[in-house]
């Protein structure tokens, strides 16, 4: 048997429950990972509250990083014993065991440890993707960047600063700001009810050429008045909800603009992708470009007070939860 934080219906943190499970035997095309750590991420709590849909009973997360206790026939991406992380794919990494497809697996450098692993995969690879091929960030580029002190904000932000751009990022309180700043941050905002003016103000009226934004409902009218004519909009994330339907002449009337919703599962979808991302990732990583903030660990039996924490926006940088 093994344990796995698993719900029966969708709702609040207290439709999570710790459970024994079976331990799966891995099936062709899979390997069992036995987890050191697994990753928290917003797109948990869409799973869990039904924003995002998945047959129930159904055990939540996305990313983890562990061992390799058995392949299943055909598998030649791992071997039993290998460090490995993934992120992306089937839900199920709320759990000490798991069988998951070998093709989602990429080993695992030495020099990072499991909760490092488990911390980075998410949401440093939607780092990777979002500034070097959703918008490739240029040197001199003046760029916004919503939820600059959480997981991926923090990635960002150092990853931006390295390849030459100018930051702003936005936070919601003044601790939150000090974080962004220390991590590359050149100008932080609290709140995003003023951006547009700000923005014109920090550019000289030019404004940015990409908003990349994980909040949603609040702030996407706020971060469109901040793009420049062809500007990009990168909606990422729903945090305060999901964006209503949007006119797409508003898009032309506010400059030609472009809009997007794009997600890692497409970015990654081929192997070679994920591949590429995850070198780059590791890359910035094992350089000190980019220092993974784990600022919380919680028992993953304790995975509902990590819910509560994340949603009440309490958490800085990135979050594990230890099997």
Known sequence: MTKAIRIHATGGPEV????DVPTPDPAPGEALIRHGAVGLNYIDVYFR???YKTALPATLGMEAAGTVLAIGAGVTEVTVGDRVAYAGGAIGAYATERCIAADKLVRLPDSIDFATGAAMMLQGMTAQYLLRRTHKVVPGETIVIHAAAGGVGLIM???A???GATVIGVVST??????ARAHGAHHVLIGHGNLPAEVKRITGGAMVPVVYDSVGRDSFMTSIDSLAPLGLMVSFGNASGPVPPVDISMLSAKGSLFLTRPTLASYTSQRRDLLATTQDLFDVVASGVVKIMVNQSFPLADAAKAH???EAR????STVLIP
Do not use: D, I, P, Y
């Not at 999570?16 to 459970?19: A, I, K, L, S």
């Not at 003044?174 to 974080?179: G, R």
């Not at 309490?314 to 940088?317: A, E, K, S, Y």
């Open 49 to 51: 509250t039904g924003l």
């Open 174 to 179: 003044a601790e939150k700001a000090e974080l």
């Open 161 to 163: 600063k390295h390849l």
């Open 157 to 159: 932000c150092q990853w």
């Open 308 to 310: 509560v924490a994340l």
């Open 16 to 19: 999570m429950r710790w459970e």
């Open 314 to 317: 309490q958490t800085t940088g």
